[in-house]
């Protein structure tokens, strides 16, 4: 079975500055999608990014990046520029596919943003 | 213009009761997902459904029940509630079940039981 790890429960960073939260998984499958989501206090879970296995580029949106390292089978976020409203849970996942497709998620990360 | 909307947003309750969430999306999708977060933030999926079809069911205990009426709508409906059944139970939909789209999530539903 698919299992995801976020090896960092707790993380801060001084705003403007760099973080980098760190997702390791473990599949025997070849092809695959990998996601990181975010969930500030107000509880919605919000989609920060996206990785295709077969795509050896790393995703980027904006001020988000991942660095995914497919033989290592690792999967980190780095969030450039810290804003306050970065703060929040950041869960890694995994989708599980094959007719029956599931995320299935690490156990988050708590992200603090210090003014 | 809520693209997954869930009700009620908080439910408090009694041991022993009987309760039902209830969650709607708007975006035509056809596979829809309960997910329970518990107190430690763990998310992890319970039920899936593609078009009203039940597809996915993680060994839930069968106190739980989901409810299709049709593909907009998932209901959970969970009998003779237990404390460990506190949680925050989110509602999600993608476009099908296959592929790699996204899955969108409700509000969550914050659960608890006395």
């Known amino acids: 079975a698919q299992t995801v790890t976020q090896s960092q429960p707790e993380m801060s960073v001084q705003e403007a500055e760099t973080v980098t939260l760190s997702c390791t998984y473990d599949?025997?499958?070849?092809?695959?999608?990998l996601f990181w989501y975010k969930q500030p206090p107000s509880r919605q879970m919000i989609l920060v990014i996206r990785?295709?296995?077969?795509?050896?580029q790393n995703a980027t949106e904006n001020r988000f990046s991942v660095n995914f390292q497919k033989a290592a089978k690792s999967f980190s976020l780095k969030i450039s520029d810290s804003q306050l409203g970065d703060a929040a849970m950041y869960f890694c996942?995994?989708?599980?596919?094959?007719?029956?497709?599931?995320?299935?998620f690490g156990k988050g990360t708590k992200l603090t943003v210090n003014p | 213009d809520t693209a997954v909307s869930q009700t009620p947003k908080y439910l408090v309750t009694q041991m022993g009761n009987d309760k039902s969430i209830k969650c709607e999306q708007n975006?035509?999708?056809?596979?829809m997902y309960w997910y329970k977060q518990d107190s430690k933030k763990f998310l992890k999926i319970m039920f899936s459904?593609?078009?009203?079809?039940?597809?996915i069911n993680e060994t839930v205990p069968n106190r739980f029940s989901p409810k299709s009426p049709d593909k907009a709508h998932l209901n959970l409906h969970i009998n003779s509630l237990e404390l460990g059944d506190s949680a925050v139970y989110f509602c999600?939909?993608?476009?099908?079940?296959?592929?790699?789209?996204?899955?969108?999530f409700g509000p969550g539903t914050r659960l608890t039981v006395l």
């Open positions: 990785q295709e296995a077969y795509k050896q």
């Open positions: 999600a939909s993608r476009p099908w079940a296959g592929g790699s789209d996204e899955q969108f």
């Open positions: 459904y593609n078009n009203k079809e039940l597809i």
């Open positions: 975006l035509g999708h056809d596979t």
């Open positions: 996942a995994y989708l599980v596919q094959g007719g029956s497709e599931k995320l299935v």
């Open positions: 599949t025997s499958e070849s092809d695959y999608y």
